[in-house]
């Protein structure tokens, strides 16, 4: 329980960040660590957020012509080798299925039944569902195929930390593949716009949307896109991608139709996907130090009740009130939804309750005492607030108000973020300030990060590997003519400041996860 200053969660965001979210995770009961090494179990309040974003999600893809469809989990080692770059880019975190049974040894279960051919557990699926595009797709007629599946994947992580980086996780990844090469470049556009306006809408977060540097493509891709959010020890997180891969897999695939002009052709194909990694983005942009904050829009229950019966003889009397509220409200709605409500009833401490919802990050509590009863008033109390702030409002006037409490909790996280990022984002033209920005003022807590770099780069590969070399700084994304941080972004030539040569453009660079 909280008492005076003291926070809920320890260590505070500004002492340890890493082991700050991981306490988050813990105590908002989101997931633990499982018995096999890198992989997590998402608890029910966890799973819920994903229940949330895959909903949303899924509407969204379907709205845009996407249909779900499911491919295997395990992949043959030889559609893998017929895409070199993919290859190489996976091949340290791949996990591989060599043998087919078990047979008892001296007491002991030990692999037995060599597979012909060794399978790899699914890392992405680009080669297993071109050979099955390969087969459906003869004639011009044929396309576009737009596919989306929901599923798992592995990708053997030596540093896993949970939701951000697990050997197994949870995502969706769409495949498409289209006529012509103007269709697929479209397609990778509109499908990263679809996340952002998830992540702002949805999330509250605002990203820069942008291509990646050719060092940071996706493995065989011609271009990756990507939306780049910024947490609070000021580290980017990829938060979503969507890639422009040519021609280069259906020819690995062989995805070859009949053109209108009677020719054999290319397939043209993209892929785009979000991750688990969104719940642990949230968490690190929104948490405070007495743990999760939840945004209204994902969150899997946006207003708890908590009765609050210290005497026996008033407590059907209260409980009754609370279910009466919790009906009431359940028959409102928030963002063209029911309101998602949850009445806490167990037979534990008011405070102690308090505080579990507070940590799992609940936007609105309403307490209900036995004084409420004759006042006919309830207290409510915003998450986006301090844990002591609360107000008294009519018990019968709740239905109304609070949808719009939940879309000013819901915008108000966005703003804050918002202003966060433009904060912590610096124009930078030369070396020296570039490389202070990005060393630590105190090398006890080199965690807190600088923030976000705009800076010119002259495009160059081995300047980019220096950067890194030296700083652990990344070029996050080459970002779109667009809005950065409520100011218009242009592309601006300038001088590189690391050559002393012409740059196009300022990038982000950034420390990221």
Not at 77 to 100: I, P, R
Not at 110 to 128: C, D, F, K, M, N
Not at 348 to 354: D, F, H, V
């Amino acid at each position: 329980m909280n008492k005076g200053n003291e926070s809920a969660i320890s260590p505070r965001r500004e002492e340890d960040f890493p082991e700050w979210y991981q306490q988050v995770v813990r105590s908002a009961e989101m997931a633990e660590n499982s018995e096999v090494r890198g992989c997590m179990v998402i608890r029910p309040w966890g799973y819920a957020l994903w229940e949330r974003m895959q909903g949303a999600l899924d509407g969204m893809f379907k709205a845009t012509g996407h249909k779900n469809a499911y491919f295997p989990l395990f992949i043959p080692l030889s559609h893998l080798q017929k895409e070199a770059d993919h290859v190489e880019g996976f091949a340290k975190e791949c996990a591989v299925v060599t043998h087919h049974r078990l047979e008892l040894k001296e007491g002991k279960l030990v692999p037995a039944g060599e597979l012909t051919e060794p399978l790899v557990v699914r890392p992405t699926s680009e080669t297993i569902i071109g050979s099955t595009y390969a087969k459906w797709v003869k004639s011009y007629r044929d396309l576009p195929i737009l596919l989306n599946q929901w599923a798992n994947v592995v990708r053997w992580e030596l540093r896993p930390r949970l939701f951000l980086r697990t050997a197994e996780f949870l995502w969706q990844e769409g495949h498409t593949a289209h006529e012509t090469e103007a269709e697929a470049v479209e397609e990778t556009v509109r499908m990263l716009g679809v996340y952002e306006t998830f992540a702002r809408d949805w999330l509250a977060i605002p990203v820069i949307r942008g291509e990646k540097s050719e060092s940071e493509r996706f493995p065989g891709a011609v271009r990756t896109h990507c939306i780049e959010a910024m947490v609070q020890d000021r580290k980017a997180i990829q938060a979503g991608t969507s890639h422009f891969l040519g021609q280069n897999f259906a020819k690995a695939s062989d995805i070859r139709f009949l053109s209108r002009n009677n020719t054999e052709e290319l397939a043209w194909t993209t892929s785009w996907g979000v991750s688990t990694r969104l719940i642990g983005t949230l968490l690190m942009a929104h948490g405070d130090d007495n743990g999760a904050v939840l945004p209204p829009r994902i969150a899997g229950t946006q207003v708890v009740i908590i009765p609050i019966t210290p005497k026996e003889e008033t407590r059907s009397a209260v409980l009754a009130k609370a279910e009466e509220v919790a009906s009431s409200l359940r028959a409102a709605s928030y963002a063209a939804e029911p309101l998602r409500v949850e009445i806490d009833s167990r037979d534990i401490g008011g405070g102690t309750k308090t505080w579990e919802w507070i940590k799992k990050g609940v936007p609105l509590r309403i307490e209900i005492g036995p004084r409420d009863l004759g006042s006919g008033s309830a207290a409510v109390a915003r998450r986006d607030k301090g844990p002591k702030d609360k107000e008294f409002l009519p018990s019968d006037s709740l239905a109304v108000e609070v949808p719009q409490l939940l879309e000013a909790i819901q915008l108000g996280l966005l703003a804050r973020a918002l202003a966060f990022r433009k904060e912590h984002t610096r124009k930078i033209d030369t070396r020296e300030e570039f490389y202070a920005f990005f060393t630590p003022k105190n090398p006890n807590k080199p965690e807190i990060h600088a923030g976000f770099a705009l800076t010119h780069w002259n495009g160059s590969p081995e300047v980019e590997a220096k950067i890194k070399e030296d700083l652990k700084v990344t070029i996050r994304c080459i970002p779109e003519t667009g809005t950065i941080d409520g100011e218009e972004f242009v592309e601006e030539a300038g001088i590189c400041p690391f050559s002393g040569e012409h740059s196009p453009r300022r990038v982000i660079f950034g420390k990221a996860y």
